[in-house]
Protein backbone atom coordinates (compact mmCIF):
# COMPACT_ATOMS: atom_id res chain seq x y z
CA UNK A 1 0.00 0.00 0.00
CA UNK A 2 1.66 2.95 -0.86
CA UNK A 3 1.49 6.50 1.52
CA UNK A 4 2.60 9.86 0.64
CA UNK A 5 5.79 11.03 2.38
CA UNK A 6 6.74 14.56 2.29
CA UNK A 7 10.42 15.92 2.24
CA UNK A 8 9.27 18.95 4.04
CA UNK A 9 11.97 20.03 6.36
CA UNK A 10 10.28 21.33 9.12
CA UNK A 11 6.52 19.88 9.77
CA UNK A 12 5.75 23.05 12.07
CA UNK A 13 5.73 25.16 8.79
CA UNK A 14 3.63 23.44 6.32
CA UNK A 15 1.13 24.78 3.46
CA UNK A 16 -2.18 23.70 4.96
CA UNK A 17 -3.48 23.65 0.96
CA UNK A 18 -0.61 20.99 0.30
CA UNK A 19 -0.35 18.74 3.42
CA UNK A 20 -3.80 19.41 5.21
CA UNK A 21 -2.79 21.49 8.18
CA UNK A 22 -0.22 24.01 9.47
CA UNK A 23 1.55 21.68 11.31
CA UNK A 24 2.07 17.99 12.23
CA UNK A 25 3.84 17.26 15.32
CA UNK A 26 2.49 13.59 15.82
CA UNK A 27 1.38 10.37 14.37
CA UNK A 28 -2.38 10.17 14.20
CA UNK A 29 -2.37 6.50 15.03
CA UNK A 30 0.34 5.93 17.97
CA UNK A 31 0.94 9.52 18.85
CA UNK A 32 4.43 9.73 18.77
CA UNK A 33 6.48 12.34 17.94
CA UNK A 34 8.54 12.07 14.28
CA UNK A 35 10.37 13.98 11.85
CA UNK A 36 9.99 14.77 8.43
CA UNK A 37 10.99 11.48 6.65
CA UNK A 38 9.06 9.53 8.73
CA UNK A 39 5.57 10.89 7.44
CA UNK A 40 2.85 8.97 5.54
CA UNK A 41 -0.05 10.51 4.34
CA UNK A 42 -2.84 8.72 3.44
CA UNK A 43 -6.79 8.44 3.45
CA UNK A 44 -9.40 6.43 4.85
CA UNK A 45 -13.35 6.59 5.09
CA UNK A 46 -14.66 6.01 8.71
CA UNK A 47 -18.09 5.89 10.35
CA UNK A 48 -17.66 9.04 12.50
CA UNK A 49 -20.85 9.57 15.43
CA UNK A 50 -24.13 7.72 14.19
CA UNK A 51 -24.11 6.80 10.64
CA UNK A 52 -22.10 9.72 9.00
CA UNK A 53 -18.81 8.59 7.20
CA UNK A 54 -15.71 10.80 6.74
CA UNK A 55 -12.77 10.61 4.78
CA UNK A 56 -9.64 11.23 7.16
CA UNK A 57 -6.51 12.24 6.03
CA UNK A 58 -3.48 10.36 8.34
CA UNK A 59 -0.44 11.41 9.09
CA UNK A 60 1.52 7.83 10.13
CA UNK A 61 4.89 7.93 11.17
CA UNK A 62 5.43 4.42 9.99
CA UNK A 63 3.74 1.67 7.77
CA UNK A 64 3.47 -0.21 10.46
CA UNK A 65 0.91 2.40 11.99
CA UNK A 66 -0.99 2.58 8.44
CA UNK A 67 -1.27 -1.01 8.69
CA UNK A 68 -3.02 -0.71 12.45
CA UNK A 69 -5.48 1.69 10.72
CA UNK A 70 -9.16 -0.09 10.80
CA UNK A 71 -11.11 -1.31 7.95
CA UNK A 72 -12.81 1.77 6.01
CA UNK A 73 -16.79 1.84 6.29
CA UNK A 74 -18.40 -0.39 3.55
CA UNK A 75 -18.82 0.86 0.76
CA UNK A 76 -16.02 3.10 0.22
CA UNK A 77 -12.53 2.61 -0.49
CA UNK A 78 -11.21 -0.93 1.25
CA UNK A 79 -7.59 0.45 1.90
CA UNK A 80 -6.19 3.64 2.92
CA UNK A 81 -4.76 5.13 0.05
CA UNK A 82 -3.12 8.54 -0.72
CA UNK A 83 -5.82 9.80 -3.20
CA UNK A 84 -5.88 11.17 -6.72
CA UNK A 85 -7.53 9.51 -10.41
CA UNK A 86 -5.41 6.23 -9.79
CA UNK A 87 -7.95 5.54 -6.87
CA UNK A 88 -10.52 2.87 -7.51
CA UNK A 89 -14.07 3.91 -6.19
CA UNK A 90 -16.57 1.22 -5.31
CA UNK A 91 -19.72 1.32 -7.48
CA UNK A 92 -21.77 4.55 -6.72
CA UNK A 93 -24.83 1.97 -6.11
CA UNK A 94 -23.09 -0.25 -3.33
CA UNK A 95 -22.11 3.31 -1.19
CA UNK A 96 -24.83 3.75 2.01
CA UNK A 97 -27.17 6.30 1.72
Do not use: K
Request: with cysteine; aromatic share 4%.
Amino acid sequence: MPAATTGAADLGDLDPGVRGAASIRTCSVCDRRFGAAELRQVWISLHTSGADVLPLLVNACSTGCVDALPVPAGGYVRTPHTGGPGVDQPPAGRRPH
